[in-house]
């Protein structure tokens, strides 16, 4: 059985998900960490990081037989992205969170950010910014 009473109502729709690494350990906080995640969303080859895998292992919950290691947090709540409005309501809210926490004054100033790419720059993933 499932853990959570949310569920992705529609695989084929986009849905916003808010997760949480596992134990609050702080991913985002180092370019060379960040890099490393995005070499994982790219799928090449990871680089040296045995300090965090070490933590993943640690704390992955010992029912999660499927893997070595848990990033995240159990627990999620997928919303539908019924509406493009609703949708691009979701997209300003990710946007703004390092603009909120004062990492930079505007969200496509934070390096990390999809905002680069809606605002025309180059990001560090790719990014489809028409739908």
């Not at 969303?41 to 848990?70: C, I």
């Amino acid at each position: 059985m499932a853990r959570s009473r949310y569920r992705i109502t529609d695989p084929e729709a986009p849905h916003f998900l808010t997760t949480t690494v596992n134990q609050w350990i702080p991913l985002f906080t180092r370019p060379a960490t960040v890099d490393i995640i995005f070499q994982s969303w790219r799928y090449l080859q990871q680089q040296k990081a045995d300090f965090l895998l070490s933590q993943f292992a640690r704390y992955k919950k010992p029912h999660k037989t499927q893997s070595e290691y848990q990033l995240w947090q159990e627990g999620s709540h997928p919303q539908l992205m019924a509406t493009e409005s609703v949708l691009r309501q979701k997209l300003e809210y990710i946007h703004q969170n390092p603009v909120k926490r004062g990492y930079v004054d505007m969200p496509e100033h934070w390096r990390y950010s999809s905002a680069r790419c809606y605002a025309g720059m180059d990001g560090l993933i790719d990014v489809v910014t028409e739908w």
